[in-house]
C-alpha cells in the first residue's frame, strides 16, 4: 500500500489488514518499558491509534482528541507509536493522557504485521497515521489508515466504528443470557 508524506508517495512494509480478518497478537512496550502483547480476543474491544511521532503537532493533537473522545469507553484503547520512552512519558504526563495507553512499537512488530510501517523517506522506519479497532473476538471491526500522513484521522468516523462494536457487545451478551437460560 502507499501513503504521501507532504504530497511524496512512500509504501508501507507489513501485512495489510482488513475489516473481518484476525487481529495479530503484536509485541509492544508499555512506558515501564515492559513487552507487552496486545491484538487477539480481549475482555474489551481494542482501539489501536497509530501515529508516527508524538512530537509533531498533528500527533500530539491527535493524541489528545482521541484521549477526550474516549473517556468513559469500557474499551482498551493504545496510542501506538515508534518515539523513544522519554518522549512519551513526558507527553502523557504534560497532557494528562489517562484514558489511552501509550505503547512503543519498539521492534516494529505492530508496523509490520498491521502494515502501516513507513519503508522509505524521512520517515523511514516510523508508522503511519492509522486506526484499528478489534472486537472481544480478535476480529478487526474497522480500519483505517490516513491517506496523507500529515493529515487528521476521521475521528467521527473511528467513533461510530467504536460505539457499534460497543452495542454489538452489549446486544451480544444478551443473547449469551439467553442461551445459557437466564
Not at 512494509?13 to 512496550?29: F, L, T
Not at 518515539?83 to 512499537?105: G, R, Y
Not at 487528521?152 to 462494536?165: G, R
Amino acid at each position: 500500500m502507499q501513503i504521501t508524506v507532504r504530497r511524496e508517495p512512500t509504501s508501507l512494509v507489513g501485512s495489510k489488514r482488513s475489516v473481518g480478518s484476525e487481529s495479530p497478537a503484536v509485541k509492544v512496550y508499555n512506558l515501564s518499558e515492559e513487552q507487552v502483547v496486545v491484538g487477539m480476543a480481549a475482555v474489551k474491544p481494542q482501539v489501536f491509534i497509530v501515529l508516527p511521532s508524538l512530537k509533531t503537532e498533528v500527533c500530539s493533537y491527535g493524541a489528545r482528541k482521541f484521549n477526550e473522545l474516549l473517556k468513559g469507553k469500557d474499551i482498551f484503547a493504545y496510542l501506538v507509536t515508534t518515539d523513544d520512552f522519554l518522549v512519551c512519558s513526558t507527553f502523557m504526563q504534560k497532557n494528562s493522557i489517562s484514558d489511552v495507553i501509550i505503547t512503543v512499537d519498539k521492534d516494529r512488530d505492530f508496523g509490520k504485521k498491521y502494515g502501516v510501517l513507513i519503508e522509505d523517506g524521512h520517515l523511514k522506519d516510523k508508522l503511519a497515521r492509522a486506526v484499528f479497532i478489534v472486537d472481544t473476538e480478535g476480529f478487526i471491526k474497522y480500519t483505517q489508515i490516513v491517506s496523507e500522513v500529515t493529515d487528521e484521522a476521521d475521528y467521527d468516523s473511528a467513533l461510530a466504528a467504536i460505539d457499534e462494536v460497543c452495542r454489538t457487545l452489549k446486544k451480544g451478551s444478551h443473547h449469551h443470557e439467553k442461551w445459557m437460560g437466564a
